[in-house]
């Protein structure tokens, strides 16, 4: 006679917590009736190369959004067009819930601290409602799914033979991740970065065959007119760019915010080829892309789940407590910012208004400070670059 399994009580809790996060968060949406702004721009690009229409010429919802992503994610696109509204809400719902459990585990893996399932589901719970990918949710954004690229190619064995495919495919379809191919050759990894180019280069060129006109617009003009993504002095982009802006009360800072810009691509990659561990390089990249992005929306900061997870796996619970309530707190929603109230903050709203890009700065201060002292040679292998 078999003997009938007891599922644990950790167990049980966690799933009951995952269920009740998901069920509120789902709950949320349903009564708010949560428009999914970025994913209906993602169906009107996919159904504009299904029937051959002007893929940088429409806008869409009430808020006029265009198609920003280059021609090889607009093919991407195409069966989200094939698919009614509502379902196709219901399943990138599932699938970002999915996705957010998948970085959660691979964030796990970054910082070599693997997660039992009532872990994971746990983990997953709470990060639901860290600002990044709630809103990401709500926007029907793929954030999660760039990350979760970039994250599992990665973390692979050193040696897999396809590592940098993946990360060459996300450039592709985001341009932001294909920063972390300088970071793979400037760590001297030239395979993997040269896999990763080619990859990325396959997009660009079956982006041209599919939609050679969309492409033509798409690499000589539409990719360097940073306004048609949005107004960068809003406290929705947490860049350097929207924070230099708000600060200085302009909406085009101009070389006040190009220069500190490429200073701070220049530290950060230089910081982030230096890591001692492959973990801390990576993230540091990412924090380095999203400050030096013309824009960075708040959902963009998805990357605040594998930070936490690495300061976690370093005893910092302090400092991973502080992270988790800073990307919950909603502060830069707090404020005054209808209309043009982002450019006229005061000086005391600043903070508040900016606090992913000043967290990342202090995270790059404190490790440049870190690798400039002299590490005693008993500490070099337990040193770590992220304090």
Known sequence: MRKRTVTPLPALLSLLLLAVSLGSFTALCVLQRAPMADLLVYRAEGAAVAHGGDLYGFTVTEWRLPATYPPFAA????????????ALKAVFLAGNALLLAGLVALSARLASRPLSRPLL??????ALWLEPVFQTLLFGQINLAIACLVLWDLTRAPHARTRGLALGL???IKLTPAIFIAHLFLSGRRREAATATAAFTATVLLGALLLPSAS???WTRRLYETGRVGKPWIVDNQ?????VARALHDPAPGLAWALPAAAVAAAGLGLAARARED????LLTALTALLVSPISWSHHWVWCVPLIALLLARSRPRLAA???????ARTLWLIPHAGDRDLHLPW??????????????ALLARTALAVAQPVPPARISSASTIR
């Open 75 to 86: 093919v991407l696109f195409v069966p989200t067009a094939w698919i009614p509204v509502a």
């Open 121 to 126: 589901c746990t983990a997953t719970a709470l």
């Open 170 to 172: 996300a450039a592709g």
């Open 216 to 218: 033509a617009e798409f």
């Open 239 to 243: 860049s350097l760019q929207g924070l």
């Open 279 to 282: 973990g801390h390089g990576i």
């Open 322 to 328: 502080l992270t988790a309530a800073l990307f919950t």
């Open 348 to 361: 005391w709203q600043q903070p508040l208004a900016a606090p992913y890009p000043l967290l990342a700065l």
